[in-house]
């Protein structure tokens, strides 16, 4: 499995940003996908989720009604759509399969790419 994000930069607060993930190696279409991100200091956290279909999200109560979480399966990528940008959602932001009740394994996550908000 590779996992490659991109599209994060430096970003004013009240900006937007919009980050993708290019998934290969797996069933793209099948499998839950999630957006995590890991602030300095801070242990990583689960942002969005979205079913293999694309029929169903979640969010994050931090980011809900601010940021979109979408797919292509025709293209095995995953987008998020970040609009109001805090300062608080400056991190490195990894995207990964998601599974109920678990947690992605050490050796699968990509790079991340970096998102920076300044107030």
């Known amino acids: 499995v590779q996992l490659v994000e991109s599209g994060g930069g430096l970003v004013q607060a009240g900006g937007s940003l919009r980050l993708s993930c290019a998934a290969s190696?797996?069933?793209?279409?099948?499998?839950?996908m999630g957006w995590y991100r890991q602030a300095p200091g801070k242990q990583r956290e689960l942002v969005a989720t979205i079913t293999g279909s694309g029929g169903s999200t979640n969010y994050a109560d931090s980011v809900a009604g601010r940021f979109t979480i979408s797919r292509d399966n025709a293209k095995n990528t995953m987008y998020l759509q970040m609009n109001s940008l805090e300062y608080e959602d400056t991190a490195v932001y990894y995207c990964?399969?998601?599974?109920?009740?678990?947690?992605?394994?050490?050796?699968?996550w990509g790079q991340g790419t970096q998102v920076t908000v300044s107030s």
């Open positions: 990964n399969a998601f599974f109920p009740g678990g947690w992605p394994s050490a050796d699968s």
């Open positions: 190696g797996m069933t793209f279409s099948i499998t839950g």
